[in-house]
């Protein structure tokens, strides 16, 4: 690993913890302010857990000589959620997503890799039994593209805009154990660059994830 590749995954990892920190701090705040009702009912708590899925990436070029075949891939997060009144929740996650492609120009095939630090905020209706319906934003703190070639490992550009957009639909398997089918969407193409040629991309990430609320 060169020195630059170095400085950005520890820049990469620092942005991570301090987010860590932060909101784990706000989420016991919110937990202590709850603690200090007097009203104490069960309509108002915190949710804490883990997830870890599949996802899937489709991206797609608008230059017709470079062809771009997402693979399914990873996707792990840690999850906290603000509830109320047992039908509605405020849920943040701090996810990691990696993600292959097989990027072909011409006769030339490369393995482009991509990894992703996302936080959704996401409102979250659960008034319909065990289902729950999840909808909000996505930041993309740390997102990056690269491929090797036989000299020299290349720039292929991030997959992720700093904003994006996502909603999933969840089951409640039991007290513990959450599925859910997941959707996120850019809300502008990104800028790549693949063996010569510099092009704009749209991709999309459907997800299937299992759930431990703690």
């Known amino acids: 690993m ?30 202590q302010s709850l603690y200090m009702l007097d009203n104490r009912t069960p309509s108002r708590k915190m949710e804490m857990g883990v997830t870890i899925g599949a996802a899937y990436l489709n991206t797609t070029s608008n230059e017709q000589s470079v062809n771009l075949e997402g693979k399914m891939g990873l996707r792990a997060a840690m999850m906290m959620a603000f509830c109320w009144q047992e039908t509605y929740a405020l849920q943040m996650e701090i996810g990691y997503v990696h993600n292959k492609i097989d990027g072909r120009r011409g006769e030339v095939a490369r393995q482009v890799r991509s990894n992703i630090v996302e936080v959704p905020i996401m409102f979250s209706y659960r008034g319909l039994g065990p289902m729950r319906f999840n909808v909000g934003p996505v930041l993309s703190l740390a997102s990056s593209g690269r491929y090797d070639t036989e000299e020299e490992r290349i720039e292929f550009g991030r997959l992720r805009p700093t904003l994006g957009l996502t909603a999933g639909v969840g089951v409640e398997v039991s007290r513990h154990l959450l599925i859910e089918a997941r959707f996120t969407a850019n809300l502008n193409d990104t800028q790549h660059y693949f063996e010569g040629v510099e092009f704009a991309a749209r991709s999309w990430w459907a997800a299937l994830n299992i759930g431990y609320r703690f």
Do not use: F, Q
């Open 2 to 31: 060169d020195l630059l590749t170095r400085s950005v995954v520890m820049n990469i990892w620092h942005k991570i913890i301090l987010l860590t920190i932060m909101l784990c701090g706000s989420c016991a705040a919110m937990a």
